[in-house]
Nanobody, 128 residues
Framework: QVQLVESGGGSVQAGGSLRLSCAAS????????MGWFRQAPGKEREGVAV????????YYADSVKGRFTISQDTAKNTVYLQMNSLKPEDTAMYYC??????????????????????WGQGTQVTDN
């Protein structure tokens, strides 16, 4: 089992930046796919970004492309989400998740949430 702990959320003014972190521990072997999701009140959970650890390949939702960057520090078993030019519509609880799928299953499409088997507890991002 993989344990995921998010941090870095907070309140920021429109146009500001935040960096979220997701630290993984436990049985991380084979967890090649790490994703960020978000869920706003009254809305469905949506994928934001994904990174495939072996190749460092990244994909993004259209709503955040050009503003958000997902990255990883494999030595620290940590994945980051740098969020710039934040908008009020980015306000949500952000979750990281881990999966064992490879980069060829979904191509440039973000994998759906049911593919992920480990989830963090979430960190709140509020854009005023």
């Amino acid at each position: 089992q993989v344990q995921l702990v998010e941090s870095g959320g907070g309140s920021v003014q429109a146009g500001g930046s935040l960096r979220l972190s997701c630290a993984a521990s436990g049985d991380t072997y084979g967890r090649n796919c790490m994703g960020w999701f978000r869920q706003a009140p009254g809305k469905e959970r949506e994928g934001v970004a994904v990174i495939y650890s072996s190749a460092g390949t990244t994909y993004y939702a259209d709503s955040v492309k050009g503003r958000f960057t997902i990255s990883q520090d494999t030595a620290k078993n940590t994945v980051y989400l740098q969020m710039n030019s934040l908008k009020p519509e980015d306000t949500a609880m952000y979750y990281c998740a881990a999966a064992t799928i490879g980069p060829f299953l979904y191509g440039a499409t973000l994998p759906p949430d049911y593919e992920y088997t480990s989830w963090g507890q979430g960190t709140q991002v509020t854009d005023n």
